[in-house]
Structures are given as structure tokens and as C-alpha cells.
């Protein structure tokens, strides 16, 4: 692990800047702050649309100009959002969930749940408050860098400024560390045993990862919580935060293949079940995926390579 990286000091110079203005300006106003810095991000940054560029007019019909810079502010936005969880008297948001019967459903059968949350822009503190303050305890797994980089630097004085929020709505934080995930994913298990909820981030790193088509192209996505569902026979219900009103729904759906018996399945079959999800998801709120311009980039166009499989690391979610 890097001791420090440039864009550490730059990303803490953003957040010292930022923080008064997630204090101290009105929560209504965030969006036209979030608009101007995402358009100033652009100009001194550039753009990362790279091939998507006419794949997101093809696909979506929009301009991909507008929709990069409407990830750029959104991006900004939850941003403010974090901060003002470390003022006095935190955020005020509505947050409700739809589909909460799927959690009550799995909890019956005895197996525990996991959430397969796809990580939207706003997701992170929304989706485990709103599971908290819904009366469920949640244990989520998580890589030890998780937050803002992956340097030491960041671990002890950067990443906290996120994860410090994220811990008061959990149960517990399952870190993967890197380097022995067993203990970790066993601690995992043992909670879905014991019927609980457990949360795995749907990204595209992992020791395992499998290809399914999406948009016309292909999308990578981690096989861990496949995996754990097949293992331990809980649900694995996919979960997404959007925007409501003044506030976010967290929508959780129902758990992917059914009551298919574990052993009848492979990983590969929960991944082509959720895609059509996620699509229809990311077609509402094209600017909440950071799969269009996210570096590296877990969805790409054109056949997947072989080579491709050996690519990740063993940091299983975020």
C-alpha cells in the first residue's frame, strides 16, 4: 500500500473547501453549488467518456455531454450530503423503502438476506441509514480502503471522514483486508446462519467475476455474492437508492432466481438474472451509474477478453 498519492491532498484541499458550504448553505440551494462545481471539474479535468461518448446517445438518447456533467454534480452533491453528517444536528432527509416485504419474506424462511446493493451516486450513507432507521441491523462487508483512496495517508485521515458516518447506521463492518479474506468471509456466513442481513457491494473486482451483455456490451461484476447465496442459501435481494421527492427510496427487489435450490445454480446464473435489473434501473437514472465514466471502467464494449478474469484483486466490494 502507497504511503500517499497526490490526489489525497487534493481530494482533502475539496472536502476543506466544501465543508462550509455543506454547513452552512441551505440544503435546497446543494443542487446549483453541486452544477457549478461538477461544470468546473469538467474544464479543469476533462472528460472520461471516452468510447461511451456515442454509446450513451445510441442507447439512451441523451446528450452525453449533459449527462457527464449531471454525474459530475451529482457526484458533488453527495459529497455535501457526507459532510453535513459531521454537522451539528447531521443531514434531515426522507428516506423510505419499498420492498420491504422481500426482507421480511427471507428473514422468515430462516436464511438470512443479502442486499446486492449497486453503488449509485448517493447510495453509500442513504442505503445504510435507511436500513437502520427501518429497524433492521446490517452487516456489511467492505474493503479496507473503502472511501475516498487506497493510500495508507487516506486510510487514517481521509477514508474516516465517510466510513465514521457509514458505521453509525451498521451493525458491524466486515473489512476485507487484502490478504486473508477467509476470516472475514466466514465471520459473513455466520451471520446469514444465524439469519441476519448482510450487505455486498455489486462492482467488478473480485477474485472472481463473470461477463454478462449489457447495452451492447459487456459487464463485469464480482461473483461474491452469488457465491455466499449459493453457500448459505439466503436471498440475494438487489437493492437500489433514487431519488424521491425531497429525499431517496431505497428499492429493494425480490431475490433473484426465486426459491431455486442452491445447488441447482451457478454464480453466472444470478448475474444474468440481476443485469435486466440494473439496466432498467440505470435507463431511470443514467446519471447516478458510474459505469458510464468510472476509472477503471467495469463495463466496456465489445467481447470481454480471457485475460480479463485475472485482472482483479481480492478487494470483493467496497
Known amino acids: 500500500m502507497r504511503l500517499i498519492k497526490l490526489t489525497d491532498l487534493l481530494d482533502l484541499a475539496i472536502l476543506a473547501a466544501m465543508l462550509p458550504l455543506s454547513w452552512f448553505v441551505p440544503a435546497r440551494a446543494w443542487p446549483r453549488v453541486a452544477r457549478w462545481l461538477g461544470s468546473l471539474s469538467l474544464r479543469l479535468l476533462g472528460s472520461r467518456r471516452g468510447e461511451a461518448k456515442g454509446r450513451i446517445r445510441d442507447l439512451l438518447n441523451v446528450d452525453p455531454d449533459r449527462l457527464e456533467l449531471d454525474f459530475r ?33 427471507a428473514l422468515a424462511a430462516g436464511k438470512g438476506a443479502i442486499f446486492w ?10 442505503f445504510k441509514r435507511g436500513i437502520c432507521e427501518a429497524g433492521y441491523e446490517l452487516h456489511h462487508l467492505s474493503a479496507l480502503t473503502h472511501g475516498f483512496s487506497d493510500t495508507r495517508f487516506a486510510l487514517h485521515f481521509i477514508n474516516p471522514i465517510k466510513t465514521s458516518v457509514e458505521k453509525r447506521y451498521l451493525k458491524e463492518r466486515l473489512v476485507l483486508d487484502g490478504k486473508d479474506s477467509r476470516p472475514t468471509l466466514k465471520a459473513l456466513r455466520d451471520r446469514l446462519t444465524a439469519n441476519g442481513l448482510v450487505s455486498i457491494t455489486a462492482v467488478h473486482t473480485g477474485k472472481r467475476a463473470a461477463y454478462a451483455d ?55 446464473d444470478y448475474v444474468e438474472a440481476y443485469v435486466p435489473i440494473l439496466e432498467r434501473y440505470v ?11 468510472a476509472a477503471p471502467n467495469h463495463f466496456r464494449y465489445g467481447p470481454a477478453r480471457a485475460d480479463e478474469e485475472d485482472l482483479a484483486t481480492a478487494a470483493a466490494a467496497q
Open 283 to 293: 435507463r431511470e437514472h443514467p446519471e447516478l451509474w458510474s459505469g458510464w465514466f
Open 73 to 105: 454534480q451529482h457526484i458533488y452533491w453527495e459529497i455535501l450530503e457526507l459532510l453535513r453528517e459531521h454537522a451539528p444536528g447531521g443531514w434531515r432527509v426522507p428516506i423510505t423503502v419499498s420492498g420491504a416485504r422481500h426482507i421480511e419474506e
Open 214 to 268: 449489457m447495452f451492447g456490451g459487456k459487464l463485469r461484476l464480482a461473483t461474491g455474492a452469488p457465491n455466499q447465496a449459493i453457500r448459505t442459501g439466503a436471498a440475494l435481494l438487489p437493492l437500489f437508492v433514487v431519488p424521491k421527492g425531497e429525499g431517496y427510496q431505497i428499492c429493494i427487489e425480490a431475490p433473484l432466481l426465486g426459491q431455486a435450490a442452491p445447488d441447482e445454480v451457478k454464480e453466472e
Open 117 to 126: 446493493y449497486c453503488p449509485f451516486l448517493h447510495g453509500d450513507i442513504v
